[in-house]
């Protein structure tokens, strides 16, 4: 090879080199923006909340409650019946809750937007068409990029509040002690929406998914892995803040009826798994925490009340298949 092609190769190396920096720059922004967004504001246009004004009032939410009766259910994990349990869940044991209700669906983006309009808030990160607005694709998934401070006063201005995790793990699975909401089979590939979608390895572990829209789906899908009580993706789409601040050794010394959490903490809990978690981590007792102020896009909420009917809104008395 003479001197003028190997300097030509060398050029052509110096190039390719540069073009794979700079892929893996774009990448890692863009993972950057799904992650953390805590100092990014989108504005409204006026054209825009004309428009977010418009769909408050013409399109209907999904936001019934259910009845989860009072009496005791098993709560957190046996190492011998689920291999996958971690410390922070045991022991199981008996929990006795009084009656509450609960939304039958993680709250969505129209239902977080009458709160935003109401309150004067700016759009989400992600609401970025039509001068602040989500694509109407969207009207039905679960709101997130919200930290506990704004999903608490999301639920207090609907007349709600966050549910315990004693409160939210009775919904998932009732008072059986089972693994998922479903029963105890996998999850597979039709019951939750997760990080095993084809990629190989974790989801979690694959930076380049985030240039895409994060797979998020509608709330009311998944009709055969529907909880005891009727509700739907307790496991998988977004994770869920509960009530509770979070310590791992909390439950070696809870107490046994209508446990609330530590009295303080650094961190509050989230419970469910996001589109983002691994097969491990898909469990109605898997618990975790962290910081209050954290917004991200696998994390959102539902809320709950006390038993008694909330004004305008329908509360379900009955299980899935049966008769009111």
């Not at 639920?155 to 919904?171: M, N, V």
């Not at 998020?216 to 998944?222: G, N």
């Not at 739907?232 to 601040?245: F, K, L, M, P, T």
């Amino acid at each position: 090879m003479d001197a003028s092609s190997a300097e030509k190769w060398k050029r052509l190396d110096r190039w390719i080199n540069a073009l794979l920096v700079g892929a893996i720059a774009l990448v890692l922004a863009n993972a950057a923006w799904g992650l953390d967004t805590q100092d990014i504001t989108v504005e409204w246009t006026d054209a825009g909340k004309n428009i977010a004004m418009e769909r408050v009032k013409t399109w209907p939410a999904k936001d019934d409650l259910v009845l989860i009766p009072a009496g005791a259910f098993l709560m957190g994990s046996d190492k011998k019946a689920d291999r996958n349990a971690y410390d922070a869940e045991r022991p199981q044991r008996a929990v006795y809750l009084d009656a509450f209700a609960i939304d039958r669906y993680e709250v969505t983006a129209l239902q977080y937007l009458k709160f935003v309009l109401a309150t004067n808030r700016p759009p989400q990160i992600d609401w970025r068409y039509e001068g602040g607005n989500f694509q109407e694709s969207m009207a039905h998934h679960p709101v997130m990029h919200v930290s506990w401070h704004d999903a608490d006063a999301y639920c207090r201005w609907a007349g709600k509040r966050l549910p315990t995790e004693a409160e939210w793990e009775k919904a998932a699975r009732g008072e059986d002690g089972r693994l998922f909401p479903w029963g105890n089979q996998l999850a597979g590939l039709s019951r939750a929406n997760f990080g095993r979608t084809g990629l190989s390895g974790p989801v979690r572990d694959r930076p380049e998914r985030l240039l895409l829209y994060p797979p998020i789906i509608a709330v009311d899908k998944y009709e055969n892995a529907v909880s005891p009580y009727g509700l739907h993706q307790q496991i998988g789409n977004v994770a869920e803040w509960v009530a509770d601040w979070y310590d791992k050794d909390y439950y070696k010394t809870a107490p046994d009826r209508n446990p609330t959490g530590p009295d303080r903490g650094t961190q509050r809990a989230f419970r469910g798994g996001g589109w983002m978690d691994s097969t491990t981590t898909m469990r109605a007792a898997m618990r975790n925490g962290t910081d209050p102020n954290t917004k991200i896009n696998w994390l959102g909420f539902r809320c709950a009340s006390g038993a008694q009917n909330q004004p305008g809104q329908q509360v379900s008395l009955a299980l899935p298949g049966s008769t009111p």
